[in-house]
């Protein structure tokens, strides 16, 4: 069965260590993947898109990788902050050209002061 | 980015009154818009794509005629809970996309409301 899988335990991190967060996913093949932050009792804000032919991407302190081969992407906040604490989100296209993603569980960051 | 307004962000109703959400997008024109429910420490869920202008597709197990969606102008999709219980109590976001855009292009949430039925 499709399956997106985050770690649904909450990580807690020291302020200024780097986060890593985990998706991975089973029979899809993803063209894009993007990242979104959700914070308690709010819509997710979008954060990140990576495409299948692209290994990494970066936007200021986040990093993306995206390993088709693994089925796996990792989200990297660096130099973490305790703003940079919620609830990150994984989500996919699972075909080219479609609007309606997939959305894994979400993994809750705490940056602990 | 593109702005998002969903509204209330909170209601409570009785069992078997209805409710309306509303979504609306505030500075662009959103053709389509996206209703999604979350349960605690579950993924969104995604349960209609709303139309401007024609009706909305439902996804597979979700009933159109508890959940109506109406998509009257470019800027206001709205949800309806018909005959709320209990188990409807959730979190409701919309999602919209700015027109023309590719699909790989973000989407833009509202704020979500929270539905107590009680």
């Known amino acids: 069965s499709q399956k997106i899988e985050q770690n649904s335990e909450a990580l807690n991190i020291q302020e200024g260590k780097t986060a890593t967060l985990t998706c991975n996913y089973t029979n899809y093949s993803p063209a894009y993947l993007q990242w979104y932050r959700q914070d308690p009792g709010r819509g997710p804000v979008f954060l990140l898109l990576i495409r299948e032919n692209e290994k990494e991407k970066r936007k200021e302190r986040l990093k993306v990788t995206f390993d088709t081969t693994l089925k796996q992407s990792l989200f990297h906040i660096t130099a973490s902050q305790p703003a940079d604490s919620a609830t990150y989100l994984c989500a996919l296209a699972p075909t080219s050209g479609t609007y309606k993603y997939i959305f894994g569980t979400g993994t809750r960051l705490k940056v602990l002061a | 980015g593109a702005v998002v307004s969903q509204h209330p962000s909170r209601v409570i109703c009785k069992s078997g009154t209805s409710v309306k959400i509303e979504c609306r997008s505030l500075d662009f024109q959103a053709t389509t818009m996206f209703w999604y429910r979350q349960f605690p420490k579950q993924s969104l869920m995604l349960m209609a794509t709303?139309?401007?202008?024609?009706?909305?597709?439902?996804e597979q197990g979700v009933e159109k005629d508890k959940f109506l969606i109406n998509h009257a102008s470019l800027t206001l999709s709205t949800l309806t809970v018909t005959s709320a219980h209990p188990e409807d109590s959730s979190f409701y976001i919309c999602?919209?996309?700015?027109?023309?855009?590719?699909?790989?292009?973000?989407?833009?949430f509202g704020q979500g409301t929270r539905l107590t039925v009680v």
């Open positions: 999602s919209a996309r700015t027109p023309g855009l590719a699909a790989w292009a973000e989407a833009f």
């Open positions: 709303s139309n401007e202008g024609s009706k909305a597709t439902y």
